[in-house]
């Protein structure tokens, strides 16, 4: 019995004890703690939380991208205008606006701006006149990246290119003379694998009349050119072309003060003649046929005169004029000779009444 009543009494407590949580259920605080103890959902709460973060971030790495996207576009249309402005030789500022509206960047549309310059404003070819800048901006409006600034975002592509010239064999210097090159006669100028340059800005800077030709793998004039049909060139006659500079500007040879032929030259029939120092003229009577060996031939005071239907030849010849007597130019009726600049320096118009082949590089025509 004793046992019975005692079995009872813990049925009982344990019963109680049962029953006290269900009635903690209830209370307020029971509840804040069974949800600070549950961790189910959480992963949903954090997302939420950061929802925000995640799509800005998604939202201004794409802006970003877009930005380096347009950057890669306007890169190419500037490297296609400058190459094709440095090859076009004529009018290159045109040539540049067309091939970035080509690609959709047209100047003064859609806050574009494309500037041209030739030489490059900055950079290692500000002295290069043939070298060509082009340079697109245009301002990126923001989007998710106004929350960290304002104002629009510049988006700027530069690009430089240098022409290939091409190597030269004639070239006028003279900036003003009108013509400064003068072909005319039954002369046939052929500059075999080189070009003529003439820096003059005249409206006839390079003149061609009557049944002289010129042959040339190029021609650029800075100014215009009279006689086009005369003219063969491999690569094209190209007008408005920036001047091309003196390649002697900065030498300074050493000019010899001996003789190596003191003699004059009547030079009849084919004639070959060896580089050196010359003291008498040289005469080069009409059909001759006359060979420079390779190197500099100075005329120390004295003069080079060709008459018609004649031909020089010579690879790698360079003529140097000394002295206040050297002279060089052609004794035909209609040839009005010239006087060649002291020291290579071709600064006046040049009378061609012969047919010169190769690369014969003279104080008229120099490279």
């Not at 650029?220 to 009279?226: A, F, M, N, P, Y």
């Not at 190197?295 to 239907?309: T, W």
């Amino acid at each position: 019995m004793t046992a019975f009543i005692t079995w009872k009494a813990e049925v009982g407590i344990s019963s109680q004890m049962r029953s006290a949580p269900d009635e903690c259920q209830a209370c307020p605080d029971g509840l804040l703690k069974r949800f600070a103890r549950d961790q189910s959902g959480s992963y949903a709460i954090i997302i939420a939380l950061l929802m925000p973060v995640l799509v800005g971030t998604a939202g201004l790495g794409t802006e970003v991208a877009w930005w380096f996207y347009k950057h890669k576009n306007m890169m190419s249309a500037a490297d296609s205008a400058a190459v094709s402005a440095a090859t076009a030789g004529t009018n290159f500022a045109t040539e540049a606006n067309a091939i970035t509206t080509f690609y959709g960047y047209a100047n003064g549309i859609a806050n574009v701006t494309v500037t041209v310059n030739q030489p490059p404003s900055t950079g290692s070819f500000t002295s290069s006149s043939q070298a060509v800048e082009v340079i697109i901006t245009q301002p990126q409006a923001r989007l998710m990246s106004a929350l960290f600034g304002s104002g629009a975002v510049p988006v700027t592509a530069r690009a430089v290119a240098l022409g290939n010239v091409g190597t030269g064999c004639v070239l006028a210097l003279d900036p003003t003379a009108n013509p400064a090159v003068t072909v005319k006669g039954n002369t046939q100028l052929n500059l075999i694998n080189c070009n003529l340059y003439d820096n003059s800005n005249g409206g006839s800077a390079l003149n061609v009349s009557g049944t002289a030709t010129i042959s040339a793998a190029m021609v650029g004039v800075v100014g215009g050119v009279s006689g086009t049909s005369s003219i063969t060139a491999t690569n094209g006659i190209r007008t408005g072309i920036r001047a091309i500079a003196d390649p002697y500007a900065n030498v300074t040879p050493t000019m010899p003060t001996w003789c190596d032929y003191s003699n004059k030259f009547n030079v009849k029939g084919t004639t070959t003649l060896s580089p050196g120092s010359y003291c008498g003229d040289i005469s080069v009577a009409a059909g001759a046929i006359l060979t420079l060996n390779p190197g500099i031939y100075y005329f120390n005071g004295a003069n080079l005169s060709v008459a018609g239907n004649t031909t020089i030849t010579g690879t790698g010849v360079t003529l140097v004029f000394t002295g206040s007597g050297g002279n060089w130019g052609w004794r035909r009726s209609e040839a009005t000779p010239t006087s060649a600049s002291r020291r290579r320096r071709a600064e006046r118009p040049w009378e061609s009444q012969s047919m010169a082949t190769e690369r014969c590089r003279s104080a008229a025509a120099s490279t």
